[in-house]
C-alpha cells in the first residue's frame, strides 16, 4: 500500500471512468440480448465487478457461485469496446457449464469428440457478436475480441470459428433451441 497503492488505485478508478458510460449507454441491451440467449433470468443481485492492475495471467476471469468479475486495469486489450465485451464475456460463464453439458451430451450422443474448450469459444463468440450487433446498431463496426486476438484457432482449430458462426448464430437469431443449435454445432467436427 505504502508504495504502489495509489498508483494503483488512479488506473483502476480512470479504467472505470472510462467504461462506466459504455455501460450506461449498451449495458441494458446487452444484458437483454445475452439472458435472452442463455434463457436465463437476470439474476436479481448486481453482478460484482472487482477492477484490479493483476488480474490473472489472461486479464480477467469469473468466479461464482454468485457472480464475480475480476478484471484487469491495465491490459491494453482490456480498453474500450472489448472492455465492454469481456464484461459480458466474463459474467457468461455464470451459464458456461449449462451450455458445455448440454454440448458434451450431444457430442456423446453422437459418438463425436470435440476440442474440450469449445463451449468456451462459444461464449467468446456470443458475447462478441451481441457486442458487435449492438454496436452496429449505433454504426460502430467492432471486430470480436476473440476473433481480434486469434482465440478461436487456439481453442478449437482452424475453421471453429466459422463453424460456430453456421450453427450458433441461427439460435441467437431466435430461429433454433440452443440444443438443436449445439447439437448440429457438434455434428460440425464429425
Not at 436465463?40 to 469469473?62: F, I, K, L, Q, T
Not at 456470443?126 to 487456439?154: K, V, W
Request: proline share 5%.
Amino acid at each position: 500500500r505504502k508504495y504502489r497503492w495509489s498508483a494503483d488505485d488512479k488506473l483502476n478508478r480512470d479504467w472505470i471512468a472510462a467504461v462506466q458510460p459504455l455501460l450506461d449507454r449498451y449495458g441494458a441491451a446487452l444484458n437483454t440480448a445475452i439472458t435472452r440467449v442463455y434463457d436465463v433470468s437476470a439474476p436479481d443481485n448486481p453482478v460484482w465487478v472487482d477492477v484490479c492492475v493483476r488480474a490473472h495471467p489472461n486479464g480477467a476471469y469469473e468466479t461464482g457461485p454468485v457472480t464475480h468479475v475480476v478484471i484487469s486495469s491495465v491490459g491494453s486489450d482490456y480498453r474500450g469496446y472489448a472492455a465492454l465485451e469481456m464484461l459480458f464475456h466474463e459474467r457468461s460463464h455464470a451459464w458456461g457449464g449449462v451450455l458445455a453439458q448440454t454440448m458434451f451430451a450431444a457430442a456423446k450422443a453422437q459418438g463425436v469428440t470435440v476440442p474440450p474448450q469449445l463451449p468456451h469459444a462459444v461464449l467468446f463468440f456470443t458475447a462478441g457478436e451481441l457486442t458487435r450487433r449492438e454496436l452496429m446498431t449505433q454504426r460502430i463496426d467492432y471486430t470480436q475480441f476473440a476473433q481480434q486476438h486469434g482465440i478461436y484457432t487456439n481453442m478449437c482449430g482452424a475453421g471453429c470459428q466459422d463453424k460456430i458462426a453456421a450453427y450458433w448464430t441461427p439460435h441467437l437469431e431466435g430461429r433454433k433451441s440452443i440444443a438443436e443449435s449445439l447439437s448440429e454445432l457438434v455434428a460440425a467436427f464429425k
